[in-house]
């Protein structure tokens, strides 16, 4: 029986960091993972460069049932503090669209420099070890027996992440874990992942794989300025992964292709002016041809502006500015970046991530009901929460 102060399941973002506090606390740490590697969605992350914090952080960027749960986490351990920490060990970073960072180089530059904080605070990683059974003694001590041998500890944390990308090693485990102790999961879903297509709509626009176009897309509940990009399966891009943490089955989306201008009035204008250019070719100047010709008839597109009424050319104009389209659904956790949904918060101490209920059970990171826009967001929350939780275990 291996004996430890404080047992981490999950040796990812979160796990790591509340390791390293922990550890910095004098306490003996022992991160338990079922993986072969530590930080394998870290690695992954950002196209390899690990997008790891953002400029502008706040609660705003959050989806939880309990929205004001991450105020308290993000206000104690700020994007600020995880740049201090990037900053001791010299990790070139820049900073790209609404606020992103990403390192210059690797990832791994982001993952070494948390084992090397875990191993100067004497914390040990453990790996290839799963969990067979998980049960709190009346000391109200936590025994885990594994494959890997049996262990015991004063404070246990679940940091095991949620359900996306399975090929990466996700599972429930975190889930069952709350369960197990009566904790309340709230239901989860795919989140920052790709839409798919009703059949007609696949069949055509398929065509239109690889063309990205900035636009503003919306729901009842949000808008998104970002680029969305046509794929072979259906809609990919920034702003529909945004979009898609706020989207429910069945649920209509609309879409302004030119969010910049007013296409009713430059029409307007150009026929004023006398020009006699068919509609396909005014539109081709502001959207890719393919694209005007997957939305309009052929018989409108080879009409000329002088030829269209003012009825005409609103209702090209509102097709374009407001393209309402109906997803068939989304591709799911294999691709998603995140799991919307996770332990209630409710149950959960915003001050420590401790289970209310349960002393000595502590959640952290995203297998919370704590969800991340797309953009460092969902990092930074991994950081502030295992910080909070290493405080107090």
Known sequence: MKEAD?????????????????????????????????GKKILMSGGGRCNFTNYEVGPDNYISHNPHFCKSALSRYTQWDFLALIGRYHIPFHEREHGQLFCNESARDILNMLLAECDDA???????????????????????????????????????????????????????????????VQPTYAGLVP??????????????????????????????????LFTHRGLSGPAVLQISSYWHQGEEISINLLPRINLDEELKSKRQQKINSKLKVCLGGYLPKRLISSLFAE????????????????????????????????????????????VDCDAISSKTMESKAVPGLYFIGEVLDVTGWLG???FQWAWSSAWCAGQYV
């Open 122 to 184: 004497g914390a040990t990683v453990q790996l290839s070890t799963h969990i067979d059974t998980l049960e709190q003694a009346a000391d109200k001590r936590f025994y885990l027996t594994t494959d890997n041998g049996n262990y015991i500890c004063q404070s246990l944390v679940v940091a095991t992440g949620g359900l996306s990308i399975p090929k990466m090693g996700a599972t429930p485990l975190g889930y069952k874990i709350a369960r197990q102790f009566g904790i309340k």
């Open 376 to 378: 460092g967001y969902n």
């Open 6 to 38: 404080v047992i981490i399941i999950g040796a990812g973002a979160s796990g790591l960091m509340c390791a390293i506090e922990a550890g910095k606390r004098g306490r003996k740490v022992i991160i338990l993972d079922h993986a072969n590697k530590p």
């Open 299 to 342: 018989e409108i597109l080879e009409r000329s502006l002088q030829d269209l009424s003012d009825t005409q050319i609103r209702q090209v104009s509102e097709q374009i500015h407001n393209w309402t389209i109906k997803p068939g659904g989304t591709e799911g956790y294999r691709t998603a970046e995140v799991t919307c949904g996770g």
């Open 195 to 228: 839409f798919t297509l009703q059949p007609e709509d696949k069949s055509k626009f398929s065509a239109l794989s690889g063309i990205a176009v900035p636009c503003v897309i919306s729901n009842k509940i949000r808008s998104f300025s970002e680029n969305i």
